[in-house]
């Protein structure tokens, strides 16, 4: 930039250790960044699909073919990728699942808007025509959808297969499928004709050591811990609960004091004082009828063979978050103060007991009459075994709930956005314009999802999209790709059914990201500074290029 008159004398702006791209470059290689992603979470979509094998700087293996694993386990610098992360990250955090398709959709929508770059089309109608398009989509899936309630208990079972699929864990999905209805089913209520389902009071353990399918469902609590005095009894069966938000300790002064003993009967004195106190604290527990003690604080030894000698079973330093839990399992209420514990306080439990499971021991809350917190317990033969059927488990489990949220459903295997796609490319004929244009490129994005589970079965890609085509052109709204068979064939039927809100916000968040990527005309980046090396811009011009 120069200033105006006499002789040209540059103006520096910006400090020398930034790195600038401006209009057409800085969008080439953003969508360039954005679109090498999608590739990389492409190959793992759908039951025929491929995993990942990510190692940590530290050697540390993570094996899966779960999206939003994949992308947070890669340590990317680019901003543009950065931003198909979030997408990734947005998708788990609202439906749990999905996140493969919203990534594979936001890079094909700008692999697709480059092509209409170069014919010169403004990014700001291609942003518009998508926009457009995506509300039609929605519009769309909204009109294909069909009611799901929390009777449907098997259509649910089809969700959360569809959703583990392709996973390691399909080898025992019907287990865990039922096992992942059950603990929705038991924790989901009703609010004015809405279900609401909070996955908090789900909780899912893991541990290595068996089968899969030896994954079981407890009514009740897993505590990662065990009974703290080893007299204590193992098993308590109809076991009243106490839980207890305080120390069973004799607590110092808050204050700096100092107690002077001058002769040792004072000392015995005081010995037999602490004593008395912790008695009292253990006799006030057993007052109440309490044979199981959850002490979220710590317990002291002396403590420990009181509540042995009552034959009590107690743990302590439970997780503030497993209190609760155990509250709303047992229907007991967490107590402060042994002055305030009565025996309307007490939780309830068929059985309490401490097992051992993979070498470590355990404790189990079972058979609560009402629980409205529940655990599945996870098994898996190694540790990265059990670690993909927990992240499938975790799937399904966002897939069920977001259904029943919702109240809708849709076909699975690329049936809906198939569907979509021709909607579209019928919409973007009555729209005319530049924005046509855009919005027959969004038909084609949606259309990948299709396209990318044919590759991944190793069909013919072009061949199913033609077939697909002809077949929703007839009105077969539910033709998808059945992978296991190599053809396309009605989802319906085959059980293969995903929630509407999975598709939605797939197609939301895609939209939104390839449209913040692609009015982005201008990267300006400054380099780390610092360490001898400039680290950070390296990688940064690096990528740029």
């Known amino acids: 930039m120069y200033g105006g008159g006499g002789a040209a004398q540059p103006i520096l702006i910006l400090p020398e250790n930034v790195i600038r791209q401006t209009g057409r470059t800085a969008q080439k290689n953003n969508i360039a960044a954005a679109i090498a992603i999608a590739e990389t979470v492409k190959t793992t979509l759908g039951p025929r699909g491929m995993d ?34 979030e997408v990734a990250k947005a998708q788990n955090e609202e439906v749990g699942d999905g996140t493969t398709t919203a990534v594979v959709i936001a890079g094909e929508l700008l692999k697709e808007a480059e092509d209409l770059l170069d014919k010169n089309i403004h990014p700001t109608i291609i942003a518009h025509g998508y926009r457009m398009a995506k509300d039609k989509a929605i519009e769309v899936l909204e009109k294909i959808s069909k009611p799901v309630t929390l009777k449907d208990k098997d259509v649910l079972k089809k969700i959360a297969m569809t959703s583990m699929t392709g996973k390691n864990a399909e080898v025992a999905r019907d287990n865990l499928a039922e096992l992942v209805v059950e603990a929705v089913l038991t924790v989901a209520e009703e609010d004015k004709g809405r279900v609401v389902v909070d996955l908090d009071r789900i909780k899912v353990e893991k541990k290595e050591g068996a089968s899969t399918s030896e994954s079981e469902l407890i009514k009740g609590i897993v505590l990662d811990k065990e009974k703290v005095h080893p007299a204590m009894p193992t098993r308590v069966e109809n076991a009243k609960i106490a839980l207890v938000d305080m120390a069973l300790e004799v607590k110092g002064p808050e204050t700096d004091a100092q107690i002077r003993i001058t002769d040792p009967s004072q000392l015995q004195a005081f010995i037999e004082q602490e004593e008395k106190m912790l008695r009292e604290m253990v006799e006030k527990i057993a007052a109440t009828g309490a044979n199981v003690v959850f002490c979220q604080k710590g317990i002291d030894d002396l403590a420990q063979h009181f509540l042995a000698k009552k034959g009590i079973l107690a743990v302590r330093r439970v997780k503030k978050s497993d209190m609760e839990a155990l509250a709303r399992a047992t229907g007991g209420k967490i107590v402060t103060t042994l002055d305030d514990l009565s025996k309307e306080d007490l939780g309830h439990a068929g059985v309490v007991e401490e097992k051992k499971v993979a070498g470590e021991a355990m404790i189990f809350v079972r058979d609560c009459k009402d629980p409205k917190s529940v655990t599945l317990l996870v098994r898996g033969g190694t540790e990265h075994v059990v670690e993909e059927v927990y992240r499938a488990v975790e799937d399904a489990l966002g897939a069920v709930a977001s259904a029943l949220e919702s109240g809708k459903v849709v076909a699975g295997g690329g049936a809906a956005e198939a569907e979509v796609a021709r909607e579209l490319r019928r919409y973007a004929e009555k729209v005319g314009g530049r924005e046509q244009l855009a919005i027959n490129a969004f038909a084609n994005a949606v259309e990948a999802i299709s396209k990318a589970l044919a590759e991944n079965a190793g069909m013919d890609p072009i061949d199913t999209l033609v077939e697909l085509r002809a077949r929703h052109d007839k009105g077969e709204v539910s033709a998808g790709v059945d992978v296991i068979e190599g053809k396309v064939d009605d989802m319906e039927k085959l059980g293969v059914i995903e929630p509407l809100k999975v598709k939605t916000q797939a197609i939301k968040s895609a939209a939104e990201a390839a449209e913040m990527i692609l009015r982005i005309d201008d990267v300006i980046a400054a380099k780390k500074t610092g360490g001898g090396k400039e680290s950070g811009g390296e990688n940064f011009g690096a990528d740029f290029e």
């Open 52 to 85: 990942k094998m990510l190692v940590d700087s530290i050697g540390d293996i993570v094996i899966t073919n779960d999206g939003v694993t994949i992308l947070e386990e890669m340590e990317i610098e680019h901003p543009a990728a950065k931003m198909l992360v």
